[in-house]
C-alpha cells in the first residue's frame, strides 16, 4: 500500500503513520519502494517478526480482509454481509466479539465451520446472523427493534455495499 492509502484504510493521518514506518523500515521489519511520487510500504516477510506482524494486522486492521477470506466460497448466495456493533463504531475492547449480519441464502449452519477458522486467525469470537432477503425486508416492515438499531448504527461492509442493503430493504 502507499501511504495516503494505508493512512485511509487505518483511520490516521499520513504525517503520523510516516514517522511509524520510517522507524520500521530503518528496523527491517517494513520495506519500501518508491515509484513515481508515490512510496509503497509492505511487511519484510525475511523478518523474524513477520509471523507475530501479520497475526497482529490480522486481528486488528485486518479483521475485514480475513472475513472476506472466510465468505468467499459463499459469495453467490450473500447478497449482503456486514460488521455491526462495538466494531463498526470503533469502540471494541480487547474481549469484544466481531458482530457479523448476512443476508442472503446461506444459513449459520453452512458458516460455522468457515467462520471458525475466522475466529482462530482473529483471536476473537465472531457472533453471526443469518436472514435471507425476503426474512430481513419481513423484519424490517415489521419494524423489529433488533434491525432497527444495527441499521442505524456504522457498519463495515464485508460482501456488498450500502447500495446493495438499501436495495434489500427496498429504499
Not at 432497527?148 to 427496498?170: H, M, N, W
Request: charged share 25%; glycine share 6%.
Amino acid at each position: 500500500m502507499y501511504l495516503t492509502e494505508l493512512a485511509q484504510y487505518l483511520h490516521t493521518r499520513p504525517s503520523s503513520l510516516q514517522r511509524e514506518l520510517t522507524s520500521l523500515v530503518r528496523t527491517g521489519i517494513v520495506q519500501q519502494r518508491r515509484e513515481g511520487t508515490r512510496t509503497y510500504y509492505k511487511a519484510e516477510a525475511r523478518s523474524p517478526t513477520f509471523r507475530e506482524l501479520r497475526q497482529l494486522f490480522e486481528k486488528t486492521a485486518g479483521l475485514i480482509p480475513t472475513l472476506q477470506t472466510a465468505l468467499q466460497p459463499f459469495a453467490r448466495q450473500i447478497d449482503c454481509a456486514f460488521v455491526y456493533g462495538s466494531v463498526a463504531k470503533a469502540i471494541e475492547t480487547a474481549l469484544s466479539d466481531v458482530d457479523l449480519m448476512v443476508i442472503g441464502k446461506v444459513g449459520l449452519a453452512e458458516l460455522a465451520p468457515a467462520l471458525r477458522k475466522a475466529e482462530g486467525r482473529l483471536g476473537r469470537e465472531v457472533n453471526a446472523t443469518s436472514y435471507s432477503a425476503a426474512e430481513f425486508r419481513s423484519k424490517i416492515a415489521a419494524k423489529d427493534h433488533f434491525l432497527a438499531t444495527v441499521l442505524r448504527g456504522p457498519k463495515q461492509f464485508v460482501e456488498g455495499s450500502q447500495r446493495d442493503l438499501d436495495a434489500i430493504i427496498g429504499k
